[in-house]
Protein backbone atom coordinates (compact mmCIF):
# COMPACT_ATOMS: atom_id res chain seq x y z
CA UNK A 1 0.00 0.00 0.00
CA UNK A 2 0.50 3.79 -0.98
CA UNK A 3 0.44 6.55 0.88
CA UNK A 4 0.76 9.88 0.38
CA UNK A 5 4.09 10.94 1.91
CA UNK A 6 2.09 14.57 2.88
CA UNK A 7 -0.73 13.74 4.58
CA UNK A 8 -1.96 10.47 5.46
CA UNK A 9 -3.94 8.82 2.99
CA UNK A 10 -3.45 5.62 1.18
CA UNK A 11 -3.71 5.35 -2.34
CA UNK A 12 -6.83 3.28 -1.99
CA UNK A 13 -8.44 6.15 -0.95
CA UNK A 14 -11.93 7.10 -3.54
CA UNK A 15 -11.20 9.78 -6.12
CA UNK A 16 -7.25 10.80 -4.63
CA UNK A 17 -4.67 9.72 -6.53
CA UNK A 18 -0.72 9.50 -5.80
CA UNK A 19 1.34 11.29 -7.84
CA UNK A 20 4.95 9.55 -9.06
CA UNK A 21 7.12 12.04 -6.36
CA UNK A 22 4.77 10.62 -3.65
CA UNK A 23 2.51 13.66 -3.42
CA UNK A 24 -1.43 13.26 -3.45
CA UNK A 25 -3.98 15.28 -5.63
CA UNK A 26 -5.22 16.89 -2.53
CA UNK A 27 -2.39 18.05 -1.10
CA UNK A 28 -1.30 19.30 -4.94
CA UNK A 29 -4.56 21.16 -4.98
CA UNK A 30 -4.53 22.53 -1.26
CA UNK A 31 -0.90 23.72 -1.53
CA UNK A 32 -1.73 25.64 -4.85
CA UNK A 33 -4.70 27.29 -2.56
CA UNK A 34 -2.09 27.98 0.12
CA UNK A 35 0.52 29.66 -2.72
CA UNK A 36 -2.94 31.68 -3.94
CA UNK A 37 -2.47 35.46 -3.21
CA UNK A 38 -4.98 37.34 -1.31
CA UNK A 39 -5.66 38.89 -4.05
CA UNK A 40 -7.23 35.53 -5.22
CA UNK A 41 -9.68 35.23 -2.72
CA UNK A 42 -10.67 39.48 -3.16
CA UNK A 43 -11.25 38.91 -6.86
CA UNK A 44 -13.71 35.51 -5.55
CA UNK A 45 -15.38 37.81 -3.13
CA UNK A 46 -15.90 39.74 -5.43
CA UNK A 47 -17.56 37.54 -8.16
CA UNK A 48 -19.78 36.13 -4.62
CA UNK A 49 -20.86 39.44 -4.38
CA UNK A 50 -21.78 39.96 -8.21
CA UNK A 51 -23.46 36.52 -8.30
CA UNK A 52 -25.87 37.00 -5.32
CA UNK A 53 -26.94 40.91 -6.98
CA UNK A 54 -28.23 38.40 -9.97
CA UNK A 55 -29.99 36.58 -7.48
CA UNK A 56 -31.67 39.19 -4.54
CA UNK A 57 -35.12 38.87 -3.87
CA UNK A 58 -36.99 42.26 -2.57
CA UNK A 59 -40.21 40.25 -1.72
CA UNK A 60 -39.46 36.68 -1.15
CA UNK A 61 -36.05 34.00 0.06
CA UNK A 62 -33.12 35.25 -1.30
CA UNK A 63 -31.82 31.34 -1.56
CA UNK A 64 -31.46 27.95 0.08
CA UNK A 65 -29.25 27.39 2.57
CA UNK A 66 -28.64 23.33 2.98
CA UNK A 67 -28.10 23.27 6.94
CA UNK A 68 -27.63 20.29 9.21
CA UNK A 69 -27.00 22.44 12.41
CA UNK A 70 -22.53 22.35 12.10
CA UNK A 71 -19.99 24.40 12.34
CA UNK A 72 -20.23 25.00 8.32
CA UNK A 73 -23.69 25.54 8.46
CA UNK A 74 -23.70 28.32 11.26
CA UNK A 75 -20.74 29.40 8.99
CA UNK A 76 -22.70 29.79 5.74
CA UNK A 77 -25.36 31.41 7.76
CA UNK A 78 -23.32 33.79 9.12
CA UNK A 79 -21.62 34.97 5.82
CA UNK A 80 -25.29 34.77 3.93
CA UNK A 81 -26.88 36.60 6.97
CA UNK A 82 -24.71 38.73 8.56
CA UNK A 83 -21.87 39.96 6.22
CA UNK A 84 -24.44 40.18 2.91
CA UNK A 85 -27.16 40.37 4.65
CA UNK A 86 -29.51 38.17 2.43
CA UNK A 87 -32.58 35.99 3.51
CA UNK A 88 -32.38 32.39 3.70
CA UNK A 89 -34.65 29.63 3.77
CA UNK A 90 -32.98 26.93 5.80
CA UNK A 91 -33.66 23.13 4.80
CA UNK A 92 -32.34 20.48 6.75
CA UNK A 93 -33.15 16.48 6.03
CA UNK A 94 -33.00 15.15 8.89
CA UNK A 95 -32.08 11.19 9.33
CA UNK A 96 -33.15 10.94 13.13
CA UNK A 97 -29.58 10.40 14.32
CA UNK A 98 -29.05 13.37 16.28
CA UNK A 99 -26.08 13.92 18.49
CA UNK A 100 -27.59 16.04 21.70
CA UNK A 101 -25.26 18.71 20.92
CA UNK A 102 -26.34 18.51 17.15
CA UNK A 103 -30.01 18.76 18.24
CA UNK A 104 -29.37 21.72 19.99
CA UNK A 105 -26.86 23.20 17.49
CA UNK A 106 -29.87 22.44 14.91
CA UNK A 107 -32.72 24.36 17.07
CA UNK A 108 -30.85 27.02 17.85
CA UNK A 109 -29.85 28.13 14.32
CA UNK A 110 -33.08 29.53 13.55
CA UNK A 111 -33.06 31.51 16.41
CA UNK A 112 -29.58 32.80 16.52
CA UNK A 113 -30.28 34.32 12.97
CA UNK A 114 -34.34 35.22 12.93
CA UNK A 115 -35.01 33.31 10.21
CA UNK A 116 -37.37 30.54 8.40
CA UNK A 117 -36.01 26.67 8.73
CA UNK A 118 -37.91 23.46 7.28
CA UNK A 119 -36.99 20.49 7.69
CA UNK A 120 -37.76 17.00 6.20
CA UNK A 121 -37.97 14.04 8.63
CA UNK A 122 -39.08 10.70 6.75
CA UNK A 123 -40.84 7.91 8.38
CA UNK A 124 -38.58 6.25 11.42
CA UNK A 125 -39.68 2.70 10.52
CA UNK A 126 -38.66 3.94 6.53
CA UNK A 127 -34.99 4.97 7.85
CA UNK A 128 -34.41 2.04 10.07
CA UNK A 129 -35.60 -0.53 6.98
CA UNK A 130 -33.01 1.67 4.92
CA UNK A 131 -30.24 1.26 7.15
CA UNK A 132 -30.46 -2.62 7.33
CA UNK A 133 -30.94 -2.41 3.50
CA UNK A 134 -28.07 -0.23 2.49
CA UNK A 135 -26.02 -1.67 4.90
CA UNK A 136 -26.54 -5.11 3.57
CA UNK A 137 -26.55 -3.86 -0.08
CA UNK A 138 -24.10 -1.66 -0.56
CA UNK A 139 -22.22 -1.45 3.24
CA UNK A 140 -23.70 1.50 4.29
CA UNK A 141 -25.88 2.27 6.64
CA UNK A 142 -26.14 5.94 6.23
CA UNK A 143 -26.79 5.65 2.71
CA UNK A 144 -30.51 7.76 3.39
CA UNK A 145 -28.45 10.33 5.18
CA UNK A 146 -25.71 10.83 2.07
CA UNK A 147 -29.05 10.75 -0.36
CA UNK A 148 -31.07 12.82 1.88
CA UNK A 149 -28.46 15.92 2.40
CA UNK A 150 -28.18 16.30 -1.16
CA UNK A 151 -31.56 15.84 -2.50
CA UNK A 152 -34.29 17.45 -0.16
CA UNK A 153 -33.11 21.13 -0.83
CA UNK A 154 -32.97 20.19 -4.55
CA UNK A 155 -36.30 19.09 -4.34
CA UNK A 156 -37.25 22.38 -2.26
CA UNK A 157 -35.67 24.27 -4.61
CA UNK A 158 -38.21 23.64 -6.98
CA UNK A 159 -41.29 23.47 -5.28
CA UNK A 160 -40.67 26.81 -3.68
CA UNK A 161 -39.38 28.55 -6.60
CA UNK A 162 -35.88 29.83 -5.40
CA UNK A 163 -33.39 29.07 -7.68
CA UNK A 164 -29.65 29.43 -5.41
CA UNK A 165 -28.61 27.34 -3.30
CA UNK A 166 -25.84 28.12 -1.44
CA UNK A 167 -23.79 25.07 -0.29
CA UNK A 168 -20.49 24.80 2.19
CA UNK A 169 -17.39 23.33 1.84
CA UNK A 170 -16.91 22.11 -1.96
CA UNK A 171 -17.12 18.29 -1.69
CA UNK A 172 -13.78 17.24 -3.66
CA UNK A 173 -11.88 19.57 -1.53
CA UNK A 174 -9.67 15.89 0.13
CA UNK A 175 -9.40 14.67 -3.12
CA UNK A 176 -8.24 17.93 -5.11
CA UNK A 177 -9.73 16.91 -8.23
CA UNK A 178 -10.44 20.50 -9.16
CA UNK A 179 -7.71 23.18 -8.74
CA UNK A 180 -8.38 26.55 -6.83
CA UNK A 181 -9.44 28.17 -10.31
CA UNK A 182 -12.36 25.84 -10.93
CA UNK A 183 -15.39 27.57 -9.84
CA UNK A 184 -17.53 24.52 -9.99
CA UNK A 185 -21.46 24.01 -9.23
CA UNK A 186 -23.06 21.09 -7.64
CA UNK A 187 -23.84 18.92 -10.21
CA UNK A 188 -26.84 15.50 -10.56
CA UNK A 189 -23.76 13.59 -11.80
CA UNK A 190 -21.49 14.33 -9.01
CA UNK A 191 -24.92 14.06 -6.88
CA UNK A 192 -25.31 10.36 -7.83
CA UNK A 193 -21.42 9.10 -8.12
CA UNK A 194 -20.15 10.24 -5.48
CA UNK A 195 -22.76 11.22 -2.29
CA UNK A 196 -24.91 8.52 -3.53
CA UNK A 197 -22.14 5.97 -4.42
CA UNK A 198 -23.93 5.27 -7.57
CA UNK A 199 -27.35 4.26 -5.82
CA UNK A 200 -30.98 5.65 -6.56
CA UNK A 201 -33.93 5.06 -4.88
CA UNK A 202 -35.26 2.91 -7.27
CA UNK A 203 -32.45 0.38 -6.59
CA UNK A 204 -33.84 -0.36 -3.15
CA UNK A 205 -37.16 -1.22 -4.09
CA UNK A 206 -36.61 -4.27 -6.68
CA UNK A 207 -37.06 -7.39 -5.00
CA UNK A 208 -36.60 -5.94 -1.41
CA UNK A 209 -36.80 -8.08 1.90
CA UNK A 210 -37.33 -4.85 3.78
CA UNK A 211 -40.75 -4.37 1.61
CA UNK A 212 -39.92 -0.45 0.68
CA UNK A 213 -41.93 0.87 -2.30
CA UNK A 214 -41.46 4.08 -3.95
CA UNK A 215 -43.91 6.03 -1.73
CA UNK A 216 -41.31 5.57 0.77
CA UNK A 217 -38.72 7.76 -1.63
CA UNK A 218 -40.73 11.27 -1.84
CA UNK A 219 -37.46 12.55 0.04
CA UNK A 220 -35.32 11.12 -2.46
CA UNK A 221 -36.22 11.75 -5.73
CA UNK A 222 -34.38 14.20 -7.40
CA UNK A 223 -36.51 16.75 -9.79
CA UNK A 224 -36.61 16.09 -13.11
CA UNK A 225 -34.50 18.62 -15.37
CA UNK A 226 -37.69 20.10 -16.71
CA UNK A 227 -38.28 21.50 -13.44
CA UNK A 228 -34.91 22.40 -12.65
CA UNK A 229 -34.76 24.50 -15.96
CA UNK A 230 -38.24 25.59 -15.26
CA UNK A 231 -36.79 27.47 -11.80
CA UNK A 232 -33.12 27.67 -13.27
CA UNK A 233 -32.13 25.90 -9.82
CA UNK A 234 -28.03 26.06 -9.53
CA UNK A 235 -25.99 25.13 -6.39
CA UNK A 236 -22.58 27.15 -5.74
CA UNK A 237 -20.25 26.70 -2.86
CA UNK A 238 -18.76 29.42 -0.05
CA UNK A 239 -15.86 27.74 -0.01
CA UNK A 240 -15.47 28.37 -3.68
CA UNK A 241 -15.57 31.90 -2.79
CA UNK A 242 -13.58 32.28 0.76
CA UNK A 243 -10.86 30.82 1.87
CA UNK A 244 -12.58 27.56 4.11
CA UNK A 245 -11.07 26.12 7.50
CA UNK A 246 -13.11 23.66 9.45
CA UNK A 247 -11.59 24.28 12.25
CA UNK A 248 -10.99 28.05 12.01
CA UNK A 249 -14.49 27.67 11.30
CA UNK A 250 -15.66 25.81 14.29
CA UNK A 251 -13.56 28.10 17.09
CA UNK A 252 -15.35 31.45 15.10
CA UNK A 253 -18.89 30.08 15.31
CA UNK A 254 -18.26 28.86 19.15
CA UNK A 255 -17.36 32.13 20.08
CA UNK A 256 -19.92 34.36 18.23
CA UNK A 257 -23.43 32.12 18.48
CA UNK A 258 -22.21 29.75 21.55
CA UNK A 259 -22.24 26.79 18.95
CA UNK A 260 -21.65 23.44 20.73
CA UNK A 261 -18.76 20.75 19.84
CA UNK A 262 -19.82 17.12 21.41
CA UNK A 263 -18.80 17.05 25.25
CA UNK A 264 -18.31 13.00 25.07
CA UNK A 265 -14.86 12.75 22.70
CA UNK A 266 -15.75 10.31 19.94
CA UNK A 267 -13.63 6.85 19.71
CA UNK A 268 -12.18 6.86 16.34
CA UNK A 269 -11.37 10.20 15.91
CA UNK A 270 -9.90 13.30 17.73
CA UNK A 271 -11.91 16.10 16.60
CA UNK A 272 -15.42 16.33 18.88
CA UNK A 273 -16.49 19.34 16.38
CA UNK A 274 -17.41 17.38 12.92
CA UNK A 275 -20.62 15.41 11.97
CA UNK A 276 -23.06 15.64 15.25
CA UNK A 277 -25.83 15.80 13.07
CA UNK A 278 -25.48 11.94 12.67
CA UNK A 279 -24.37 9.64 15.75
CA UNK A 280 -23.20 7.21 13.11
CA UNK A 281 -20.84 9.17 11.30
CA UNK A 282 -18.00 8.92 13.19
CA UNK A 283 -18.61 5.63 14.54
CA UNK A 284 -19.80 2.56 13.24
CA UNK A 285 -21.10 4.38 9.72
CA UNK A 286 -17.13 5.08 9.75
CA UNK A 287 -16.06 2.03 11.28
CA UNK A 288 -17.22 0.48 7.75
CA UNK A 289 -15.32 2.57 5.81
CA UNK A 290 -12.11 0.80 7.51
CA UNK A 291 -13.50 -2.35 7.13
CA UNK A 292 -13.48 -1.74 3.73
CA UNK A 293 -10.61 0.69 2.72
CA UNK A 294 -8.63 0.12 5.87
CA UNK A 295 -8.68 3.74 7.12
CA UNK A 296 -11.04 6.09 8.35
CA UNK A 297 -12.21 9.58 9.84
CA UNK A 298 -9.28 10.02 11.85
CA UNK A 299 -7.48 10.19 8.44
CA UNK A 300 -9.25 12.23 7.03
CA UNK A 301 -9.46 14.89 10.19
CA UNK A 302 -5.56 14.37 10.46
CA UNK A 303 -4.80 14.80 6.68
CA UNK A 304 -6.65 18.05 6.90
CA UNK A 305 -5.30 19.04 9.79
CA UNK A 306 -1.97 18.29 8.28
CA UNK A 307 -2.84 20.18 5.34
CA UNK A 308 -4.03 23.65 7.13
CA UNK A 309 -0.71 22.96 9.52
CA UNK A 310 -2.44 22.21 12.39
CA UNK A 311 -0.83 19.58 13.26
CA UNK A 312 2.79 17.55 11.58
CA UNK A 313 2.39 14.30 10.00
CA UNK A 314 4.33 12.28 13.35
CA UNK A 315 1.46 13.61 15.24
CA UNK A 316 -1.05 12.72 12.53
CA UNK A 317 0.60 9.18 12.15
CA UNK A 318 -0.24 8.89 16.03
CA UNK A 319 -3.40 9.92 16.15
CA UNK A 320 -4.50 7.29 13.04
CA UNK A 321 -2.62 4.59 15.07
CA UNK A 322 -4.78 5.16 18.53
CA UNK A 323 -8.11 5.96 16.42
CA UNK A 324 -8.46 4.55 13.09
CA UNK A 325 -9.20 0.74 13.74
CA UNK A 326 -11.35 1.17 17.24
CA UNK A 327 -15.04 -0.65 17.02
CA UNK A 328 -16.44 1.97 18.72
CA UNK A 329 -19.81 2.01 21.32
CA UNK A 330 -22.06 3.35 19.28
CA UNK A 331 -22.10 -0.24 17.24
CA UNK A 332 -24.05 -1.50 20.00
CA UNK A 333 -26.67 1.38 19.59
CA UNK A 334 -26.91 0.63 16.31
CA UNK A 335 -27.63 -3.07 16.11
CA UNK A 336 -30.34 -2.06 19.15
CA UNK A 337 -31.97 0.79 16.48
CA UNK A 338 -32.05 -1.69 13.72
CA UNK A 339 -32.56 -5.21 15.40
CA UNK A 340 -29.50 -6.91 14.49
CA UNK A 341 -27.40 -9.42 16.21
CA UNK A 342 -23.41 -8.56 15.99
CA UNK A 343 -22.93 -11.61 14.19
CA UNK A 344 -24.88 -10.68 11.29
CA UNK A 345 -23.31 -7.75 11.42
CA UNK A 346 -19.43 -8.61 10.98
CA UNK A 347 -20.86 -11.39 8.47
CA UNK A 348 -21.84 -8.76 6.59
CA UNK A 349 -19.60 -6.31 6.78
CA UNK A 350 -16.48 -8.92 5.90
CA UNK A 351 -18.06 -9.53 2.58
CA UNK A 352 -17.21 -5.57 1.34
CA UNK A 353 -13.18 -6.15 2.75
CA UNK A 354 -11.14 -4.64 -0.27
CA UNK A 355 -8.68 -7.46 -1.27
CA UNK A 356 -6.26 -4.53 -2.35
CA UNK A 357 -5.87 -4.19 2.32
CA UNK A 358 -6.35 -6.73 3.83
CA UNK A 359 -4.56 -10.69 3.90
CA UNK A 360 -6.42 -13.70 5.56
CA UNK A 361 -4.30 -15.35 7.92
CA UNK A 362 -4.84 -18.08 10.54
CA UNK A 363 -8.97 -16.77 10.34
CA UNK A 364 -7.77 -12.81 11.55
CA UNK A 365 -7.70 -9.91 9.36
CA UNK A 366 -4.69 -8.46 8.79
CA UNK A 367 -3.22 -5.02 7.10
CA UNK A 368 -0.12 -2.89 6.92
CA UNK A 369 -0.06 0.03 8.37
CA UNK A 370 1.13 3.53 7.70
CA UNK A 371 3.81 3.78 10.21
CA UNK A 372 5.34 0.29 8.22
CA UNK A 373 4.01 -2.50 10.53
CA UNK A 374 1.45 -5.27 9.26
CA UNK A 375 -1.37 -5.79 12.23
CA UNK A 376 -3.79 -7.91 13.15
CA UNK A 377 -7.43 -6.51 13.21
CA UNK A 378 -9.74 -9.11 14.47
CA UNK A 379 -11.86 -12.60 13.70
CA UNK A 380 -12.55 -13.36 10.16
CA UNK A 381 -16.43 -13.83 9.86
CA UNK A 382 -16.48 -15.23 6.22
CA UNK A 383 -17.26 -19.01 5.68
CA UNK A 384 -14.78 -21.03 3.92
CA UNK A 385 -16.50 -20.70 0.44
CA UNK A 386 -15.97 -16.49 0.81
CA UNK A 387 -12.65 -16.94 2.09
CA UNK A 388 -11.30 -18.36 -0.80
CA UNK A 389 -13.37 -16.29 -3.15
CA UNK A 390 -11.23 -13.46 -1.35
CA UNK A 391 -8.24 -15.07 -1.85
CA UNK A 392 -8.84 -15.57 -5.64
CA UNK A 393 -9.89 -11.91 -5.84
CA UNK A 394 -6.61 -11.02 -3.79
CA UNK A 395 -4.41 -13.35 -6.37
CA UNK A 396 -5.87 -11.84 -9.32
CA UNK A 397 -5.26 -7.94 -8.13
CA UNK A 398 -1.62 -9.00 -7.15
CA UNK A 399 0.09 -7.85 -9.65
CA UNK A 400 -2.09 -5.40 -10.48
CA UNK A 401 -0.53 -2.13 -9.08
CA UNK A 402 -2.26 0.02 -6.41
ZN1 LIG B 1 -1.61 14.04 0.53
Redesign the pocket.
Known sequence: MKY??????PSVSVL?N?HDDG??S??RSHKSFLKSPDEFWKKREKKFQELLNEYKNESYYDCIVPVSGGKDSYYQTHVICKKYNLKPLLITYDGNNWLPEGEYNRNQLKNKFDIDHIMWSPSVDVLKKLNRLAFRKIGDMNWHDHCGIVTVPIIMAVKFKIPLIIWGETEWDIAGIYGPEDVVEFSNRSRHENSLRGYEWYDFIKNNEEKLTEKDFAWAKYPSDEEILSVGVRGIYIGNFFKWDGKRNAELMKEKYDWRASKKPFERTYRNFSNLDNRYSNGVSDLLKFVKFGYGRCTDHA?KDI?NKHINRDKGIELVKKHDHVVSADLEHWLEYVNMSKQSFWETADKFRDPRVWTIKNKQWYKDNIWGEESAYGDVYLNDEQINEFNEKKKKLHNRKI
Open positions: CKECLYLIICGCSR
